[in-house]
């Protein structure tokens, strides 16, 4: 289970929180605390396996145990959020077995689309190929973050060496704890440079925006034949009405009541509700009490 | 295991609100709010200083809380301060473009306090992304600025140290933003990035590890509050900044044109103080120092401090030490 969902979820609690003791799901920081424990307890392993007298095999095994344990804390960092969620499975089996992850020419999705219904099928197929592009460009993402957490760990155990035997205090775990995240910062920024990296993060992200556009344009497809506004629609309305402010305010100024110059006041509809400016939190307009003008000393 | 103490301080520090600084509204323009603060020293002989902030988050991180607060500081020194917060753009904002923000609000409310001041110029004070819309509005209207603070400011957008803007770089921005908005949302969840492992656990253990101390909690719980809220990107200008800065660098080559008009950085000659967090991660050093040899000024301070993106504005150092150095420059010009 990755730390940072449980900590999304714990967040998530902390609307609700409950009082420590109380009965029901444990308080908000509690995953963070638990983080902590299971640190220590890996580090404390880790001591013990290294420990004079320890044999080259036995340590190696705690090298390897205790890197592996670190590694597991993050493992899923760049596993979407969603990507536990019920459905999103099931979505990513269709789009494979649709074709969108198959062979050319097999499958549904790779082929022509034809009929009454084939601007509505290559929207479908379009979609496909978005999402199969995601989790290719995601798996790729946690590639790297495995890596990284890999180099991350393996300078963290070589940092600490052959750690003395003296007693884990709890501050010393917290300073073992810094020098980890230390170790592993510096391994994720040499990787989050890279080409490789970029590459990965910018295909995720233009496919989740094709993703984005061919189903918005199906909800489209659904407003239309309700009768309800579409985005597009709104979109026009909006475009027309900058287009009317900007001419307005392009006019030359021709009367006493237009303002040649200078910037506009607040109108009257765009003032804060009587009720917030009594309160003192949103005034509208001061009056102006004048300072004094100030000059240049 | 976490302390009752350290529950109830967290507890009680959940509805803690930032802001301390006595202000009103002066002028407003559709979600933009003009304020001025009150002054609470005896007045400096300068004209007036207005803070642009950036549009990636709310500017009540310049005046968190007493001891946390650029403002609380620049009035102590006493400067007449003005901040334009941005507000939350909706869905209605998505067509809102750059010149948008900087000829006609930024420049709007420049115009307000002029005219009621009865000035020619004031000073600007521009932070991160609102340093580059100030560099603008100032290649653009030099008239109205008589001296130029930049604070924390992308310059040059392409720099070894600039993790974001390699990461954009690729990016299909046109698509990514389509016609919308960017959530606030994505945006942080991309700052996280940059930084995963101290952003998202060890600060948090941090918090659990130390002392149930009210004002450390609430300091953390009000910079939490001013992390995560963050308001929503019109589209257009989210597409403009990002095509034209991160990805062409159009201000650092001197190619920028914002509503037809050319942003040309060289022929200014006004005074800049360029302060620079030598251990910011979002906007490096490189970047910001960058300025230097784009301006025509001859008057060019450089002030670098060793501090991070928002430390330079809510650490106890930037306390002590930037508002006096904004307030001597200022008053030195």
């Known amino acids: 289970m990755d730390d940072l969902w449980r900590q999304w ?42 420990a004079a007298g320890a ?19 993050y493992a899923d960092f760049f596993k979407m959020p969603w990507a536990s969620a019920p459905g999103w499975a099931q979505a990513q089996g269709w789009s494979q077995a649709h074709g969108a992850g198959a062979g050319p020419g097999t499958a549904a999705f790779e082929l022509p689309a034809l009929g009454l219904t084939r601007e509505h099928q290559e929207r479908m197929q379009r979609a496909a190929h978005a999402l199969r592009d995601m989790d290719e460009a995601q798996r790729r993402l946690q590639r790297l973050w495995s890596d990284t957490l890999r180099e991350a760990a393996s300078a963290y155990v070589s940092r600490l060496g ?36 970029c590459d990965a993060l910018a295909d995720y992200v ?45 006019r030359p100024a021709t009367g006493a009541g237009e303002h040649a110059a200078g910037p506009e006041r607040t109108p009257i509809s765009e003032r804060a509700p009587v009720s917030e400016r009594a309160a003192g939190r949103e005034r509208g307009p001061r009056p102006r009490a004048r300072r004094p003008p100030k000059g240049k000393p | 295991m976490m302390s009752p103490n350290l529950w109830s301080a967290l507890a009680a520090a959940r509805h803690c609100v930032a802001g301390c600084s006595a202000k009103e509204e002066v002028w407003r323009k559709g979600k933009l709010r003009l304020y001025r603060y009150r002054s609470i020293a005896k007045p400096a002989a300068t004209p007036p200083l207005l803070i642009v902030y950036a549009l990636v988050n709310r500017p009540y991180m310049m005046d968190l809380q007493e001891d946390r607060s650029l403002i609380r500081g620049l009035l102590t020194q006493g400067l007449d301060v003005y901040l334009i917060d941005w507000g939350y753009p909706d869905g209605a904002d998505r067509f809102t473009t750059l010149s948008d923000y900087i000829e006609d609000q930024l420049g709007g409310a420049v115009q307000t306090i002029l005219q009621d001041q009865g000035l020619d110029a004031l000073n600007l004070l521009g932070v991160c992304q609102g340093g580059v819309f100030s560099l603008c ?38 698509a990514w933003v389509a016609n919308g908005n960017v959530s606030g949302d994505t945006l942080n969840q991309l700052f996280l990035s940059l930084m995963p492992f101290r952003l998202t656990q060890q600060k948090y253990l941090e918090l659990l590890r130390g002392e149930a101390d009210a004002p450390r909690i609430e300091n953390f719980m009000r910079v939490e509050q001013w992390i995560f809220d963050s308001p929503d990107q019109a589209g257009a ?24 008009r050319a942003v040309d950085l060289a022929p200014l000659k006004l005074p800049i103080l360029n302060l620079i967090g030598k251990r910011d991660h ?15 000024s001859r008057d060019f301070t450089t002030l670098e401090l060793d501090l991070g993106h928002i430390g330079m504005y809510v650490s106890a150092r930037a306390q002590r030490e930037v508002p006096p150095a904004i307030a001597a420059w200022l008053a030195a010009r």
């Open chain 1, 9 to 50: 979820q714990a967040f998530a609690q902390l609307a609700t929180p409950r009082a420590p003791g109380a009965a029901g799901a444990p308080a908000g920081f509690a995953t963070f605390e638990d983080a902590a424990e299971r640190f220590a307890a890996a580090t404390r392993s880790f001591r013990d396996g290294m």
């Open chain 1, 55 to 73: 044999s080259a095999a036995s340590a190696a095994a705690a090298a390897e145990t205790f890197s592996n344990f670190l590694r597991d804390q």
């Open chain 1, 162 to 197: 052959s750690p003395a035997g003296a007693p884990l205090t709890p501050e010393a775990t917290y300073k073992l704890y810094d020098t980890w995240i230390d170790c592993a910062e510096e391994a994720y920024a040499r990787t989050a440079h890279s080409e490789a990296f």
């Open chain 1, 206 to 250: 233009n496919a989740g925006s094709r993703l984005r556009r061919e189903s918005s344009a199906g909800a489209e497809v659904w407003a239309k034949l309700l009768d309800l506004p579409t985005r597009h629609e709104v979109n026009t309305l909006a475009e027309r009405l900058r287009v009317l402010e900007e001419q307005v305010r392009a």
């Open chain 2, 137 to 174: 509005y100032a290649a653009l209207h030099p008239e109205h600025v008589r001296n130029l603070v930049t604070m924390v400011t992308p310059v040059d957008f392409h720099t070894r140290a600039d993790l974001l803007s390699k990461w954009v770089r690729k990016i299909d921005v046109e």
């Open chain 2, 237 to 260: 200008a989210f597409r403009e900044f990002v095509v034209w800065m991160y990805q062409e660098n159009r201000l650092a080559r001197n190619c920028l044109k914002l509503a037809g």
């Open chain 2, 282 to 296: 979002l906007v490096p050093p490189a970047s910001s120092a960058a300025l230097q040899r784009l301006v025509g």
